[in-house]
């Protein structure tokens, strides 16, 4: 979608195939981690000095998370797990750097929604057994097997617009207030939008960093959740 808070297309692929900047914003982020995944890991000390002992950190945490969430035996999780969070959080914090955040389109959210949902569903019947994971559906009475399937296909349009919600209604009230800033200024007889300098950095806290990195966190826990759910 081009215009009002939808993203713009940046360029269009041979064929009139459009090249959002949803997409180019992505692009950006995995050259990023791809990058700092290569110079935090080429060269490790068997004892952890500077970035490596943050590095370290990071991944015992994940573990440590993923161990206490999912169960010790589900521990394989942790790298998904992992780059999720360091997906999701980048792609938050976009708007920090003048991009639009890759999660206020909600093609993005209903794609990792959509991992999410067939994960659920292919590791349980893979733990499970196809036939025993299937008869769950009729549990606790054959009469609920309707309403099992609905609040199975609610999961992941639940998970992808509680994620979308969340971010592209900060990136609305930032780009009211930034206008609102603009005509303040305007009103005022002062050519330069003074006010747009300082005053939306306070919610810019509140919903780049902080609302940003908890709807990072609250995905990746869901998504645990569940998987873990379907498996037991």
């Given amino acids: 979608m081009e215009g009002g808070f939808g993203p713009r ?6 064929g009139g195939i459009p090249v959002t900047e949803t997409v180019t914003t992505t692009w950006i982020i995995m050259a990023v981690l791809t990058i ?24 015992d945490m994940v573990y440590k998370l993923t161990a206490q969430t999912m169960g010790e035996d589900k521990k394989a999780f942790a790298p998904y797990i992992g780059t999720l969070m360091m997906y999701l959080i980048c792609a938050n914090l976009a708007g920090l750097f003048g991009f639009r955040p890759p999660t206020a389109d909600v093609n993005t959210t209903m794609a990792l ?22 008869k769950g559906f009729l549990q606790p009475f054959p009469v609920m097997l309707p309403l099992n399937i609905i609040g199975e296909l609610a999961t992941p349009i639940s998970l992808s617009f509680r994620l979308f919600g969340n971010i592209v209604g900060g990136l609305i009230i930032m780009n009211l207030l930034y206008g609102a800033l603009a005509g303040l200024s305007t009103n005022l007889g002062i050519a330069i939008p003074v006010f747009q300098t300082g005053i939306p950095a306070v919610l810019h806290l509140y919903f780049d960093v902080f609302a940003g990195v908890l709807q990072s ?16």
Avoid: C, W
């Fill in 217 to 232: 966190f609250i995905f990746a826990m869901l998504t645990m959740v569940f998987v873990s759910g379907a498996m037991d």
């Fill in 9 to 14: 297309v940046i360029f269009e692929l041979p």
């Fill in 36 to 59: 700092f995944a290569f110079v935090a890991t080429r060269r490790f000390d068997k004892v952890p000095k500077g970035l490596q002992n943050v590095i370290e950190l990071l991944v």
């Fill in 113 to 134: 929604a959509l991992l999410t949902f067939f994960m659920i569903h292919f590791f349980g019947m893979k733990r499970k057994g196809v036939g025993t994971y299937l």
